[in-house]
């Protein structure tokens, strides 16, 4: 059976994760990801056609409460007084990255 998983793409893969594996990882990575995937692969051979499709595991429903509007005790331009910069009605912050 060929290698599902090449060199190359555990390369590309370090690559875009900004990873800088080593021959060794590389290769260690190739063999693990190539099983993986082989695995994956042999259970897509089971039958599965009378198997009714799950949606979720358990039964749950999610709860969920009404929104509920209240009226704010401060004023508006209280509010954007003491915002360290802001403009057009929008709160200005440093970038985080």
Do not use: G
């Amino acid at each position: 059976m060929s290698k599902i998983i090449t060199t190359e793409i555990v390369k590309k893969i370090a690559e875009l994760a900004k990873l800088k594996p080593s021959e060794e990882e590389i290769l260690k990575y190739e063999k693990e990801l190539s099983a993986f995937f082989e695995h994956a692969q042999a259970l897509e051979e089971v039958d599965t056609d009378w198997i009714e499709p799950l949606y979720q595991v358990w039964n749950l429903q999610n709860v969920m409460r009404k929104d509920k509007i209240v009226k704010s005790k401060i004023s508006k331009d209280l509010v954007w007084c003491s915002a360290n910069k802001s403009e057009n009605w929008s709160f200005l912050v440093k970038n985080v990255l």
